[in-house]
């Protein structure tokens, strides 16, 4: 596995549970949430800029892009 794949995945992992412990969900609610309503596709998407931002940041964005498609998370 490449450097930046890893990377990528601990990011996303990172950020799963930042959003989990915003929202008081567990790890796997959060991820099928997130994957429901498209924020881990935006995380992946965006990584070259959104891995600059703090996490708090990202868990900002993804709960806007979730809204957006559907999520009802507030």
């Known amino acids: 596995m490449s450097n930046k794949t890893t990377d990528t995945i601990e ?3 990172c ?3 930042a959003f ?3 929202f008081s969900l567990s790890n796997s609610q ?3 949430y997130l994957s429901q ?3 881990l596709d935006f995380l992946i998407k965006h990584y070259d800029a959104e891995h ?3 996490i708090d ?3 900002e964005d993804i709960t ?3 809204q957006r498609h559907g999520g009802a998370l507030v």
């Open 30 to 32: 959060a991820y099928k």
């Open 20 to 22: 989990a412990k915003r």
């Open 52 to 54: 600059t931002l703090s």
């Open 11 to 13: 990011y996303l992992v």
């Open 64 to 66: 806007t892009i979730c």
């Open 37 to 39: 309503h498209k924020g």
């Open 57 to 59: 940041d990202a868990v």
């Open 15 to 17: 950020c799963i549970g």
